[in-house]
């Protein structure tokens, strides 16, 4: 049965080289979007985008584009967003299914990474505003034309993954392997593999999939992590009083 938390190992890591791509190509950017045109501009860029849904610092819940009637959002921008909700009532995910969803139970990051696989899309983008953001699937060749994952950030995106969502670690990196068809050996417990940079990499797991070490360095827990998924738990505290 799939759930949200097997698309989500199946899916983090690829979206989050396609984040990485992204940054690669805006560095230091504004951005302005464009609702007649469909476009958001990134400095001398612009690019074509599908509004997902929005984030409320307010409610601490996840509001899918094609529920939100406090907006006036052009029909076409929501095709994508509409798309993943027929997506999701076939194969039985309710997060995207459920006009709202709880936060704690599954934020814009999380819900953008799995609709930028499914989509098709070249990244997402979360375009923040007072009291809260709007999550965009955004669309252009150059973006894709950026560097895939050096050893460096790809061991970066992945302690921040892990730091932050509860998810098998040894099946998020093989299912990234898997998705960019990149050479790997997988035991069980250990995986190594080369990267289309020619760096190498190697991951020790337990038997329960939780990730030990990385390249014979004990696993260390990113400090902004930590604080992140502190956060996240005190902000769980909050809604529950």
């Known amino acids: 049965m799939t759930t949200f938390s097997t698309l989500l190992e199946q899916n983090a890591l690829l979206a989050l080289e396609k984040q990485e791509?992204?940054?690669?190509l805006l560095g230091d950017h504004h951005w302005d979007l464009d609702?007649?045109?469909g476009m958001i501009r990134f400095n001398d860029l612009q690019f074509p985008f599908q509004v997902l849904g929005t984030e409320s610092d307010n409610t601490l819940t996840w509001l899918w584009a094609w529920a939100n009637e406090q907006t006036e959002i052009p029909d076409e921008l929501l095709?994508?967003?509409?798309?993943?909700?027929?997506?999701?009532?076939g194969e039985g995910i309710d997060e995207f299914t459920l006009p709202a969803v709880d936060l704690n139970r599954a934020d814009g990051h999380a819900l953008s990474m799995i609709s930028t696989a499914v989509s098709g899309a070249s990244c997402y983008y979360r375009a923040p505003y007072e009291g809260g953001a709007v999550f965009l699937l955004v669309s252009g060749e150059a973006i894709g034309r950026q560097p895939p994952f050096d050893l460096l950030n790809l061991t970066k995106r992945f302690m921040d993954l892990i730091s932050l969502y509860d998810l098998n670690h040894h099946h998020a990196l093989v299912s990234y392997f898997k998705g960019r068809e990149l050479p790997f050996t997988d035991s069980g417990t250990q995986v190594t593999a080369d990267l289309s940079t020619g760096d190498s990499l190697s991951a020790d797991f337990d038997a329960s999939g939780r990730l030990l070490s990385l390249n014979g360095k004990p696993l260390q827990i990113d400090a902004t992590a930590q604080v992140l998924r502190s956060a996240m738990s005190d902000r769980r505290c909050e809604r529950s009083v």
């Open 21 to 24: 791509k992204l940054s690669h």
């Open 79 to 89: 095709r994508s967003a509409r798309e993943l909700r027929a997506w999701g009532e």
């Open 35 to 37: 609702l007649d045109t």
